[in-house]
């Protein structure tokens, strides 16, 4: 088979790693990908060695006063250096077969637009881009021809199990509920960082394992199923599956339901994103065996404790500008809380606070079909969001 090309943007993060180890893993029968452009934020000492060690053609350091730290990191090597803002927006248009968008935050919108842009084939973990831009991305997809995969597992999930889309009634999403499943409400003002990095199931970056920790992350994934596989909120459930073994269910009109199970490990997602839609890639994920599993768990989304989920539903029955500034309010909370500037309860209090203050708007933007439009109304989510700041 002839080699793939890939390009990782975000390939120091929890997603980029594991990409690079379905990478190495695929690679060790005969080469299946070569690696175009890695790219990360701050990391050089990571990027460079990665880039070293999987004989990148391009690395690329989105902050540019790290610079000519990655000159020095990659000197005597035969690998194309840029930086900036527009250095991964180039980089991020140069063809491949796989674009990796794999950078946290609305941060990657702009380089996953650019790769969509270009034509190539995007396999999308970033999914705060898809909810502040769905219309402009898919617009541009269907221009370009370039196919949005989902790399979430849930979305990939559904993905492998959607067989046609014409039949389905409804979609399940799996949440493992994070580490406050069993957290009595009232203890939820205490809640400290760590505490909520701590994910009893899937180990992923600072910002998804807080997302996780208020189930903001789920709600964000209500609104990337729905833009993803064009479905309404009401055709969208959440159950609590503390297991994470199944991660995501397709129901049909004739009352079939079909999953996909395997061990919590985003090597599966990834791989299918890779290979998809030639014969599935051969991953060293542990094998899942149901006996000795025993049982799996199942429960309703308890909204007082997590308010995320409806607030989700409601952007989403809202339409317009709504994901977009519910995504900016959650960064603009998330950030908050890291720094110790407000409590962990606080954060889906200032998501609806936000959203309530913009819906009162008279100028609300109806849609944005623009990087600039966007690019402004991120800026005015931000600044409502911040107000709220205690
Ligand atoms: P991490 O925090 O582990 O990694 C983030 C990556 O993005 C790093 O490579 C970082 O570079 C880079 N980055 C951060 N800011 C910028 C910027 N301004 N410009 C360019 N690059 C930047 O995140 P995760 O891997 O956990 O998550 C990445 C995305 O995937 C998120 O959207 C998340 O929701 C999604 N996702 C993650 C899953 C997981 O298991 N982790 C599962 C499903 C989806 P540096 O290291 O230099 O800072
Ligand atoms: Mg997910």
Redesign the pocket.
Known sequence: MTPQTISI??????????TLNVVKSANARETRFNIDVL??????E??ANQAIAFQANMA????ADKYADLCVALSGHDIEIAAG?AG?CEAAARPCHRSI?????I??LP?TLAAVQAGNDVAL?????LICAADLLKAEALKSGAHILP????HSAIFQVLQDRGDVEKLTLTASGGPFLDTPLDQFATISVSEAMAHPR????????I?SATMM?KA?EIMEAAFLFDKKADEIDVVIHPQSIIHSLVHYQDGSVLAQLGEPD?QS?IAYALSWPDKRLHTDVKRLDLSVLGQLDFYPVDPIKFPAIDLAKQALQAGGAMPLILNCANEVAVSAFIAGQCRFMDISLIVEKTLAAYAGLETRAVSPNSLEDVLKLIETGRQIAKKFLI
């Open positions: 943007f975000g390939s120091t993060g929890s997603v980029g790693v594991s790219a990360a934020h701050n990391n050089v990571a990027l690329v350091i989105a902050n803002a991964l968008a794999a950078i946290v935050g941060a990657g380089s973990a970033n999914k705060e881009s790399m979430d597992s849930e899937w180990s992923m970056g600072q910002k998804i394992s997302d992350n964000l985003m997602p």
